[in-house]
């Protein structure tokens, strides 16, 4: 039975490839599988690595002799963000911008389990210490327009991959916001005050757990941080940022 059903399922993987034939989520060139990339536009990619500020997770532009271990940016030293610790796997350039852009607007998710699998491998150096993975909320009515929320539909396939639960209902976004694109580092601070909260059966939930915020761009920290307050004020233990892509360059 087991080697009948093997084979309806290959047959079905044939079908829908056929019909659907496997392409790069970035320029659409033909692949041998689906959520994957061509190999340009891999190598294209430009992931982050040591040494980068463990605060924010901002890449640093010299290395040297620095091993990378334990250092903050001097914006996190001199105003520590209010969630403890922030990774990304890519920088925000050209490649990880049109990546980002398909998971937003391409309606059909294709780029979720590329960007997943790379987010989840940053979550190896906390191993066994995470409690829950929680996406960035969008508003309802973005979300009607929008049809989906990209932050969640990678926290669950990074769930998927690392074993760690996730909860897309106990924090919600209670006040609609301008895009933040335009707005200068403070007025992005500004824009998301209160616009975050947890509800009341998400309390529970949250109480003493070590929590993850996913989001697909981490650019300022400001929504992040807004978040992580709220998280705090709930009782979570700590809150650690998870992003596809980070912008490197400070923000002006």
């Known amino acids: 039975m087991d080697s009948v059903r093997t084979m309806m399922a290959g ?8 019909l659907l034939p496997p392409r790069c989520a970035v320029c659409g060139t033909r692949i041998l599988e689906h959520g994957h990339l061509c190999a340009p536009c891999w190598g294209g990619l430009k992931p982050i690595a040591a040494p980068f500020c463990i605060g924010c997770g901002m890449p640093f532009e010299y290395g040297g002799d620095m ?24 920088q925000y350039d050209e490649l990880g911008k049109r990546l980002v852009l398909t998971l937003k607007h391409g309606g059909e998710g294709a780029a979720v389990p590329v960007l997943a699998r790379m987010m989840a491998s940053r979550l190896h150096e906390f191993a066994g210490t995470l409690d829950l993975l929680m996406p960035v909320p969008l508003h309802p009515r973005r979300l009607f327009r929008r049809r989906f929320n ?14 760690v639960p996730h909860d897309a209902f106990s924090l919600v976004r209670r006040k609609a916001t301008p895009s933040q694109g335009p707005l200068s580092r403070k007025a992005r601070a500004t824009n998301v005050a209160g616009a975050f909260a947890v509800t009341d059966a998400g309390k529970a939930a949250i109480a003493g757990k070590s ?36 912008v490197s360059q400070p923000f002006q």
């Open 211 to 246: 929590i993850v915020l996913v989001d697909d761009v981490l650019t300022t920290g400001a929504t992040a941080g807004a978040c992580a307050r709220i998280l705090k004020r709930a009782g979570a233990r700590s809150v650690g940022v998870l992003a596809f892509a980070r």
């Open 150 to 163: 990209q932050s969640q539909l990678l926290a669950a396939e990074i769930g998927r991959l690392s074993g």
């Open 67 to 90: 091993e990378g271990d334990g250092m903050r940016c001097g914006a996190c030293l001199a105003n520590p963000p209010d969630f403890d610790w922030a990774r990304a796997a890519v």
């Open 11 to 18: 047959y079905s993987r044939a079908a829908v490839d056929f």
